[in-house]
């Protein structure tokens, strides 16, 4: 949406009728329009506002939920600051936190040390897995939603609601069907997890932040959006970290993965593999649903292919 500094203006004096915006800009945000504020007198201090769409509803607070339960992780999270749901000053719901210093990962992938920053990304997943969760469940506004007793009824449940908006996006009945026998003969797998933790469910080079410290190296600064966030078995976070990073920058795994450390599961790899065939096609099925062309290969096209290897 289209924002003038006097509107900006009205959005920072809600949070505070003292403060005042000396500028704005756009900042990459996803699925979300997020932009940095610029305050008069502070400095390099600045505020974050994310507005977000009508749907889902319960979006800004799940976000500002999940960011309250990492107040201690290092990197830290932004501090929401505020939610605004009225529409009094914008059309739409929004939120203000605090902007966190360095840039997205993905402006270093040229840089000296990105490996290392890689092996710190896998260090920041393996401390936010340390937050335990009562029960397996996607996190909406108010916390789990359905929270599930076990990751095999949970995940049983996901495989079979992703390989029916397969089927439901017009994706290939044939492979849906192959992919679907395949998953079920592998759900052993998910009975050997080590309990259900937070899971941010989208870490990639987009979503953390990196700056460069005075001996020269690469540093995380930050991780954000929590948007996707769920209660789930580690390595299901894991697989997507790695789908997801390896696929930008194919340097990012087996740093990624040592950082991390040790795996708590009997077969790691073949766990890592059911997962990656669950993020694989979610993904195709959300990429299809923003209407992506169908042979993009760096989009559903290319997820088929992948999809199509995991079958044979």
């Known amino acids: 949406m289209a924002l003038d500094l006097d509107t900006v203006q009205r959005v920072v004096r809600s949070l505070d009728p003292a403060l005042r915006a000396e500028g704005?800009?756009?900042?990459?945000?996803?699925?979300?329009?997020?932009?940095?504020?610029?305050?008069?007198g502070?400095?390099?201090?600045?505020?974050?506002?994310?507005?977000?769409?009508?749907?889902p509803a319960w979006?800004?607070?799940?976000e500002a939920?999940?960011?309250?339960?990492?107040?201690?992780?290092?990197?830290?999270?932004?501090?929401?600051?505020?939610?605004?749901?009225?529409?009094e000053i914008l059309p739409l719901r929004f939120a203000l936190m605090t902007r966190l210093p360095g840039r997205s990962l993905r402006r270093h992938l040229?840089?000296?040390g990105i490996e290392d920053a890689y092996r710190q990304v896998g260090e920041l997943l393996r401390r936010l897995h340390a937050m335990p969760m009562p029960g397996y469940g996607y996190i909406v506004g108010q916390g789990i939603e359905t929270p599930r007793a076990t990751n095999a009824?949970?995940?049983?449940?996901a495989f079979a609601d992703v390989f029916r908006r397969f089927r439901d996006l017009g994706g290939d009945a044939d492979l849906g069907r192959r992919l679907e026998r395949l998953a079920g003969r592998n759900f052993d797998l998910l009975g050997e997890g080590s309990g259900p933790v937070l899971c941010h469910d989208d870490v990639h080079q987009g979503n953390v932040l990196a700056l460069r410290g005075p001996d020269g190296r690469l540093r995380l600064s930050g991780l954000i959006d929590f948007g996707n966030a769920r209660a789930a078995d580690s390595l299901f976070d894991l697989a997507k970290a790695l789908f997801c990073s390896a696929h930008e920058d194919p340097r990012s795994r087996q740093p990624l993965l040592d950082g991390y450390g040790p795996v708590d599961h009997p077969e790691p790899e073949r766990a890592l593999w059911l997962y990656t065939l669950f993020h694989r096609a979610s993904m195709w099925c959300w990429l299809t649903g923003l209407g992506q062309d169908a042979a993009a290969e760096n989009g559903p096209g290319g997820l088929l292919r992948d999809l199509r290897d995991m079958a044979r």
């Open 110 to 112: 040229r840089n000296p």
């Open 65 to 87: 939920l999940v960011a309250g339960w990492l107040t201690e992780l290092t990197p830290p999270v932004p501090h929401w600051l505020r939610v605004d749901e009225s529409r």
């Open 24 to 40: 704005f800009g756009r900042l990459d945000g996803g699925s979300t329009d997020v932009y940095r504020i610029d305050l008069a």
């Open 59 to 62: 979006r800004p607070a799940k």
């Open 42 to 55: 502070a400095g390099n201090l600045a505020l974050v506002l994310k507005i977000y769409p009508d749907k």
């Open 153 to 157: 009824a949970y995940m049983a449940g």
